[in-house]
């Protein structure tokens, strides 16, 4: 097979990226609608990602955010979007470029995508490490949810919410209250959009 010059797979992301961009700007005009919420799993690595010195401490790696009830301050660019949120009662204020987004997933209505974020060069190594990025953010995604549930069943996800990142997902994050745990609780099984149907095949 000839070698895709063109990068469908990297332009694909892109597209799928722009579905992202609508949304939020979306709902930094008018609010989430019905109940709608989102879970979007960020690379804390990836350049343009802005967070406080004690949110990078505490997620060197990744984090995933809760955006329902607990959010303020949306704002939505070209390529990123800056958003307020509270983690164990400290408001927090994070700028996200497009290209950081790992996953995001939308509960209420069973839809998912994923990212290989810094995706590009076409090597199989690097493609193949890409996959495993792939599942490991999809079941931290799942593993978050599943622990904001649990924790809504005794208090609010919100006061707990950075003992339960620290015991489960050990470098990932939730933010949200109980109403983010009530919903989130019958959703692990979220369908999700690949992006392994457009990338380049040997």
Do not use: C
Not at 157 to 171: F, P, V
């Amino acid at each position: 097979m000839s070698e895709d010059l063109i990068r469908y797979d990297v332009l694909a992301q892109e597209a799928l990226r722009g579905v992202i961009r609508k949304v939020l700007t979306e709902v930094a005009r008018a609010g989430l609608p019905g109940e709608h919420h989102f879970y979007i799993a960020i690379d804390t690595t990836a350049p343009g990602v802005l967070i406080s010195p004690r949110m990078k401490a505490q997620y060197p790696e990744e984090i995933t955010i809760v955006l329902q009830h607990q959010f303020w301050d949306l704002e939505v660019e070209e390529e990123k979007f800056s958003v307020g949120l509270s983690f164990s009662g400290i408001p927090e204020h994070l700028t996200v470029p497009f290209s950081a987004i790992k996953g995001f997933f939308d509960p209420s209505v069973q839809f998912g995508l994923q990212f290989e974020v810094g995706a590009g060069t076409g090597a199989d190594d690097e493609e193949e490490a890409e996959d495993e990025d792939v599942a490991e953010t999809v079941a931290a995604i799942e593993e978050a949810m599943e622990a904001v549930s649990d924790e809504g069943k005794e208090k609010p996800a919100k006061a707990d919410a950075k003992d339960k990142a620290k015991e489960k997902t050990k470098g990932k994050a939730k933010a949200g209250d109980k109403a983010d745990a009530d919903a989130a609780s019958a959703d692990a099984t979220a369908s999700v959009v690949s992006l392994d149907a457009f990338r380049k095949k040997s």
